[in-house]
């Protein structure tokens, strides 16, 4: 198990949304800032992005944001983030915010937090990317998800071992355990994969 420096927090940048999911978003990221954690996202200056990184660096922790630069001159960039990495496109941008932490928590969001949750787990699937994928399932928001997966596996689209790519937490600080406490992937599993 490798210590935990940075979490990858993906989540969205929607503002029309129940507080509850702000408040988890803040939460978890003073906790992280508690525990000496950086918040690593992708640098979104509204919604969650900025609720998780506000929450951060608020409590005296750092908040790294890598952003596309077509997203820089859109004006969609926090520039109160405690440092800001540009990318060419949104695949740099995955692979940056992977690679640069060691862990993710997956909070709420729309189709772009889908797309990087499913690109980890299938990543996670290969043996490509071996780090904690712990989804913050507040107000049971993945539980429909969480179906779907459930019965890719009951299809026999994923295989019974691939279940422990992904972890659920129901709170931040449950989210925020599972994150520092569970070891890497074993590879030995992606020979099972079923792509």
């Not at 525990?35 to 979104?44: E, F, H, L, M, P």
């Not at 960039?77 to 695949?91: A, W």
């Not at 937090?113 to 049971?140: D, F, H, R, S």
């Amino acid at each position: 198990m490798t210590q935990v420096k940075r979490i990858c927090v993906y989540c969205a940048s929607s503002t029309k949304i129940d507080p509850r999911y702000f408040e988890d978003a803040a939460t978890l990221g003073r906790l992280m800032a508690e525990q000496g954690i950086d918040v690593v996202n992708g640098a979104g200056n509204m919604g969650l992005m900025q609720a998780c990184a506000d929450g951060c660096m608020g409590a005296g922790g750092k908040a790294i944001g890598i952003i596309p630069k077509f997203m820089v001159g859109e004006g969609w960039c926090h520039e109160g983030m405690t440092e800001i990495i540009e990318t060419k496109d949104m695949h740099e941008r995955q692979r940056l915010m992977a690679d640069m932490s060691d862990a993710a928590i997956v909070l709420p969001g729309g189709c772009g937090t889908l797309a990087e949750l499913t690109e980890l787990i299938t990543w996670k699937q290969l043996g490509i990317y071996l780090k904690p994928i712990v989804l913050l399932n507040t107000m049971g928001y993945y539980d429909p998800l969480l179906k779907v997966l459930d019965n890719a596996i009951e299809q026999n689209f994923m295989r019974l071992q691939h279940a422990g790519i992904w972890q659920v937490a129901s709170t931040p600080a449950e989210a925020l355990q599972m994150a520092v406490s569970t070891p890497l992937w074993d590879t030995s599993i992606r020979r099972f994969a079923a792509i």
